[in-house]
């Protein structure tokens, strides 16, 4: 148990190197540190949860391919959440306007749904950027209560990042100002 524990706190760079060795532990990890936000990326977008499934399982199928490629470790979930919404994108343009909850015919002139539609998703992808900007303490537990397709409980949350109960609240609040922080750094540098 303490190795797993061990291993879970793992920096990202160490986590690709053991995978690319073959380390089915570090997999399982790094899987469990990243998976909840790539299949949030699709939902995201609008799509279910079947196809936030296909796209995660293409994903992580990239990953293991390109594995050795990911030179900037500390951008391993800006890479993933890259290669997921590209995904998603590709998915979206397969699909009638008409299956995106876009009307194709538009009776105001002056609305466009489908520009509405598409300021919505830049939004939250600007979210997600500054989530994926934070160091791993922070974007791990942020991405766990608010990313998470199936968001856990704060005692969860706490025995997952093996911390005090009475922890995950204060540190929410602190990792939250410090996501305002990252996304007014990600505005001033767009």
Not at 39 to 55: K, Q, T
Not at 99 to 107: E, I, R, S
Request: glycine share 6%; proline share 6%; aromatic share 6%.
């Amino acid at each position: 148990m303490s190795e797993v524990r061990e291993r879970s706190h793992a920096d990202d760079g160490d986590l690709l190197h053991r995978c690319a060795r073959g380390d089915d532990i570090a997999w399982v990890d790094l899987l469990g540190r990243y998976e909840g936000l790539v299949f949030s990326v699709p939902l995201n977008y609008g799509l279910s949860r079947d196809e936030a499934a296909d796209i995660a399982q293409s994903v992580f199928t990239e990953l293991l391919r390109n594995i050795d490629s990911v030179r900037e470790s500390s951008a391993l979930g800006s890479w993933l959440a890259t290669v997921a919404r590209r995904t998603t994108w590709r998915t979206i343009a397969r699909r009638p306007p008409h299956k995106l909850g876009v009307d194709t015919v538009d009776p105001d002139p002056d609305v466009d749904p489908w520009h509405d539609w598409m300021d919505t998703w830049t939004d939250r992808t600007w979210v997600v950027e500054a989530v994926l900007a934070l160091a791993s303490p922070c974007r791990d537990l942020l991405v766990s209560l608010y990313l998470d397709p199936d968001p856990p409980t704060y005692e969860e949350v706490a025995t997952r990042m093996g911390r005090p109960l009475g922890s995950i609240g204060p540190t929410r609040g602190r990792c939250l100002d410090k996501l305002r922080m990252a996304m007014i750094d990600l505005d001033e540098h767009a």
